[in-house]
């Protein structure tokens, strides 16, 4: 059977779609258009899928038909001569944008399946990994070759196609961010790749030059937005109707099953030819080489066409036919002919009446257009219609070529020739034809047109930094004063590194360069920082640079080592709590020594933080100076809080648990009363480093000091970054270095190797105040450079902020060069600089700001995560997990004990689990995690991960622990590509090309508490002055003119930070009151 398929169109739920793009439309639009197959488009959306589900039954094997209680009421306005027959095929396309190689990739990709089951459990894997609900063609930070094992894995009947492989900014050849092979795009899998778009701006001989496509069968497809573009392009099989059957003729190359392509005129595509549309410049690609690339009105790089990039990859002559190739016919949809024909527009109703007239006399559109004698054509009474169809049959037309997102412009007639048909001046009035085409123009065509003003990014001089390279010689790129650092022969070694400067890279290069110069072995050294993520970071590069025993070096957080030491060194068995249950134990030793049967939760939460002031400061229930206030960095103290401290350490004695604070605090208490014991460990740690020296308190000062009294040690850190007073840091333990250890050697580090100077300086006016100006010792350097300003916006309130940043973020991942805020005024780039959504990061002051930014995020489809530990472990099936796992440890708290009351004869039974992933297995059984993980991917995505951290560890007991000391960054997952969201304290260490810096109003940052009293003015700034060096390329300060504050709207005021900070640095942008525009009866409007 001989039918023409169109295998490509979207839904009313993809962006900038028509509204009226449902199964019913596309039934009656491809009944008239004359396609037997079609495809669903977005199977992906849930709200589709289930409209699918609903309107739709199975028809063919694997295919589908439109109810027929549906079907008849549709029929009723379908011409007699267009009833053929309409099945559905499901059909959905990914948008990925990723880095490989070193760079931004963006490409579409279709995903055909052959049942709604298949289809729903890929949509789980998809969901999973991003948001696929606000898009009905969703934008994944994955990477193509793994979308393609995913649908694989899922289905071995799918089949997978490349979309309109050769469009600029989202293609697989794409000259923006495409590749040069199919290999390079899809690797080990390539070879089930078998059939690629052309796209409406290529067709079949152009892709002819190209030799890598010669395996793969050529598609043409209409990528719909609306059904009346249904059938522009499409493809002609002869085949059964069937799924397989589909799959088999352009997986076997069969030509009898395979009939090839129906195309318009690739000219009329819109990136057919090169050109800036704003600039209204247009060339071909012979004037594109002779201007270098460069646009002669603006400057900047022109975007190339599909033509350009195809002669780039071409290694054939123009005009070159391969063999076993399919046919190809050109056409001209209906609709632009008529428009033609009367010298009107193609939505007009003069156009309708004539299109209705020909269809009805005639039979389907593609019939019309490609079948249709003449003399045939004649008979449905419009007047030139043979005459035109006979004309774009023998390519005698005429075509302004379509170039920067702009559609070509077909010319049937001129103006003598439908008057020399006719003889009817009359018939013609209005219509003015361009005579001739651009492709024959001999200079750059330019047409003049007024500048945008849709700008939101600022521009960027030299935004293309390089990206970091690690050097295989230990001493490779290290700055005179790292060098100095790395060789030191001092036995005390104390620098102080800005932002930027290479503090991981010293550090690790002098580790690494004892262990080299046999001055050190690994089992003697001891490298201590504040994250698991910064120790396995410090652990990676020691490996790297040291091939044998690397991996012998200790690198722990301090929490982490003195869990080691006290399991080593002592019989210390007991489990860490979680806060729930810390909190539950401070109410019971409360009740127990006050008598009060109900304790406040403000109450408890004051008392949290003092007992944690005292283990901090190594201080037992009854020492002195409990009560000072000030000394304790409290507001408020309460007599009975050392009885009840004693009371809680002892209950947590007797059950075998611990908290967070007791860990040091036990340690340095064993270490201090065994002499001989503290005398083994200084043997063994002969060497000792500390990373962050600034963000030590004082427990964790005195445990340096206690193990470092005969040892060599090196730290390193930079006081206007120390921001965890709150927790008991106090970065004066690092101005007194030089008296603990006379005669240390201080070096300081100000080559900064992240950011560039613009972001330097208006982070040091920040952290500079009042008299200290023009204090050198905050100054560092930068190596770069860049954007000449950071950008301050003002928006109206927390949600407009958040779609603010969200449209900035989507222009700069949709292939739109960063301009200037100053309406394209400002200097420009000279490059077009792309970003995947990893370089994107944004940070906040209160977790409580979050909200905002993850709403807006998912009705747009921006992939994000973020750094929070508690949105882990909270996550359902995990928390209960969890929870089941500290209930058999006997750390469960009574909340855990009566929601899970049903386990616990089941948990009592258990004993002596052979590992610890077997153990999770049985827990996970009693809850269905694998079942719930079937249609929920994320909680088999962290069911997997939860498994994987088990495999590390010997006991459930270990797992929980060190899930215990995990902190915020360490919940950040750099190998996914999606937009980063954290607190300000969670980005320390870090570092993003893009950073938004949002909320900075006064009480938010500085943060007041209670609204008004700032607790600690001079660390806010520092944290400010944290956040803004997190930025290495652009960034963003974002204020609300309200917000909502404790669920009242409040009048907020821009933070005093930015005005330290010169107006020559910035850029401001105030945000506008939106007014709304009327929209389109036909088109559903972008998001943002």
């Known amino acids: 059977m001989k039918y023409i398929a169109d295998l490509h169109i979207h839904s009313k739920y993809s962006r900038a779609t028509a509204k009226n793009l449902d199964l019913e439309h596309i039934y009656h639009s491809a009944r008239v258009k004359g396609i037997t197959l079609v495809g669903t488009g977005d199977f992906t959306h849930p709200a589709w899928i289930q409209e699918i589900e609903t309107k739709l039954e199975p028809a063919e094997p694997g295919l589908f038909a439109l109810k027929d209680e549906i079907a008849k009421q549709i029929d009723a306005d379908v011409p007699a001569s267009c009833k053929g027959t309409v099945r559905f095929i499901l059909q959905s396309e990914i948008s990925n944008i990723y880095k490989k190689d070193a760079r931004v990739r963006k490409n579409h990709n279709l995903i055909y399946l052959p049942d709604l089951d298949t289809a729903k459990k890929f949509n789980a894997r998809l969901d999973a990994i991003g948001n696929i609900k606000s898009d009905g063609r969703p934008i994944l930070g994955l990477d193509a070759r793994n979308l393609l094992e995913i649908m694989l894995e899922t289905s071995d009947r799918g089949f997978f196609i490349p979309a309109h492989i050769w469009t600029p900014w989202f293609s697989m050849f794409g000259s923006k961010s495409g590749f040069d092979t199919i290999e390079e795009c899809f690797g080990d899998l390539s070879s089930h790749i078998f059939a690629c778009e052309t796209g409406l701006s290529s067709d079949p001989p152009m892709n002819w030059r190209v030799k890598d496509l010669d395996r793969v069968r050529l598609v043409s497809n209409s990528d719909a937005h609306s059904p009346k573009f249904l059938g522009r392009n499409a493809s002609v099989f002869n085949t059964d109707l069937a799924f397989d059957a589909v799959r088999r003729a352009l997986e076997t190359h069969d030509l009898n099953a395979y009939k090839g392509t129906l195309d318009m005129y690739p000219h009329q595509g819109k990136y057919h030819y090169d050109g800036h549309r704003k600039c209204g410049v247009c060339l071909n690609p012979d004037e594109t080489a002779a201007l270098g690339g460069i646009c002669p009105e603006c400057g900047k790089p022109l975007t190339l066409g599909v033509l350009y990039r195809v002669r780039e990859l071409a290694n054939r002559p123009m005009g070159f036919k391969p063999e076993n190739r399919h046919p190809h016919s050109y056409l001209v949809p209906l609709a632009d002919i008529l428009s033609q024909i009367f010298g009107v527009g193609p939505n007009t109703k003069k156009v309708k009446t004539h299109y209705d007239k020909a269809v009805t006399a005639l039979g389907p559109e593609l019939a019309i257009l490609t079948q249709l004698s003449p003399e045939i054509i004649e008979r449905a009474g419009v007047p030139l219609l043979a005459q035109a169809i006979q004309k774009m049959r023998d390519g005698e037309i005429h075509i302004d070529p379509g170039y920067d997102g702009e559609y070509g412009t077909v010319n049937i007639f001129t103006r003598e020739e439908k008057e020399d048909i006719q003889g009817e001046k009359s018939l013609f009035a209005g219509s003015s034809p361009r005579e001739k085409t651009k492709k024959t123009v001999g200079a750059p065509r330019i047409r003049k047109k007024p500048q945008s003003k849709d700008v939101a990014l600022p521009a960027s001089e030299k935004n293309e930094l390089p990206a970091p390279v690690v050097p295989k010689h230990i001493l490779d790129g290290l700055n005179p004063e790292q060098d100095r650092a ?128 005292q283990k901090q400061q190594l201080k037992e229930p009854g020492d002195e100076g409990q009560g000072d206030a000030a000394n304790n960095g409290i ?273 009592a039974a258990l004993s002596n689990p052979m590992d610890t992933s077997t153990f999770l297995d049985t827990l996970g059984g009693w809850l269905d995690i694998t079942a719930l993980g079937q249609t929920d991917e994320k909680l088999a995505a962290a069911w997997q991960r939860l498994k994987t951290l088990a495999d590390r560890y010997s006991s459930p007991g270990e797992l929980i622990d060190n899930l215990r000391l995990d902190q915020d960054p360490d919940f950040l997952d750099k190998s996914v590509e999606k937009v980063s969201l954290m607190t300000m304290h969670a980005a320390k260490g870090l570092e993003f090309p893009v950073v938004f810096l949002t909320g900075c109003e006064n009480g938010t940052i500085p943060f007041a508490r209670d609204g008004k009293t700032v607790e600690d003015p001079d660390e806010e700034r520092r944290l400010f002055y944290v956040a803004m060096t997190r930025a290495k390329e652009m960034l963003y300060l974002t204020y609300a003119r309200k917000r909502r504050i404790f669920g009242r709207e409040q009048q907020r005021i821009r933070t005093c930070f930015i005005d330290d900070i010169e107006k020559k640095l910035a850029r401001y942008e105030k945000g506008k009151k939106q007014v709304k525009k009327p929209k389109s009866k036909d088109i559903q409007l972008e998001l943002f």
């Open 486 to 613: 790395v060789k030191s022969e001092s036995r005390a070694v104390v620098i102080q590194a800005g932002p930027g400067t290479g503090k991981t890279r010293t550090l690790t290069a002098r580790i690494a360069w004892l262990l080299r110069e046999n001055r050190a072995i690994p089992e003697n050294i001891l490298a201590l920082t504040f994250t698991n993520k910064a120790a396995g970071e410090l652990s990676d590069r020691i490996e790297s640079f040291i091939s044998k025993g690397g991996h012998l070096v200790t690198a722990a957080t301090f929490h982490g080592f003195c869990l080691k030491m006290l399991k080593r060194y002592s019989d210390f068995k007991r489990g860490l709590m979680e806060d729930d249950l810390r909190f539950e134990m401070l109410g019971l030793a409360v009740k127990a020594v006050t008598g009060e049967k109900k304790v406040l939760k403000r109450t408890v939460s004051k008392l949290d933080a003092w007992i944690s002031r």
């Open 635 to 907: 507001e408020y103290f309460d007599p009975v809080w050392p009885e009840v401290y004693k009371t809680y350490d002892q209950m947590l004695e007797e059950r075998g648990l611990a908290d967070f604070e007791d860990l040091i605090f036990i340690c340095f208490r064993l270490f201090s009363r065994d002499a001989a014991l503290l005398e083994q460990v200084r043997q063994q740690y002969k060497f000792i480093f500390v990373d962050e020296y600034q963000d030590l308190n004082l427990g964790q000062y005195k445990l340096v000091k206690l193990l470092s009294q005969d040892s060599h040690i090196f730290v390193i850190g930079d006081p206007d970054q120390s921001i965890y007073g709150f927790r008991g840091s106090d970065s004066r333990f690092f101005y007194r270095f030089e008296q603990d250890f006379p005669g240390c050697e201080q070096i300081r580090l100000r080559q900064n190797y992240r950011s560039t100077q613009t972001i330097l300086d208006a982070s040091f006016q920040v952290i500079c105040t009042g008299d200290d100006k023009d204090n050198e010792r905050h100054k560092i350097y930068a190596s770069l450079d860049g954007t000449q300003k950071i950008s301050i916006n003002e928006t109206a309130g927390e949600g407009a902020e958040a779609v603010a940043v969200g449209k900035i973020i989507e222009k700069g991942v949709g292939g739109i060069s960063f301009l200037s805020m100053d309406k394209g005024t400002g200097p420009d780039s000279g490059t077009d600089k792309e970003y995947a959504f990893s370089d994107f990061a944004v940070l906040y002051r209160t977790r409580q700001q979050a909200q905002a930014f993850a709403q807006a995020f998912e009705k747009v489809g921006i992939p994000f995560q973020t750094a929070d530990r508690e949105h882990w472990i909270d996550m359902a099936g995990i928390k209960d997990l969890l929870a089941l796992v500290r209930i058999f440890l006997g750390r469960g708290s009574n909340a855990d004990q009566q929601q899970f009351a049903q386990f616990l004869p089941r948990i």
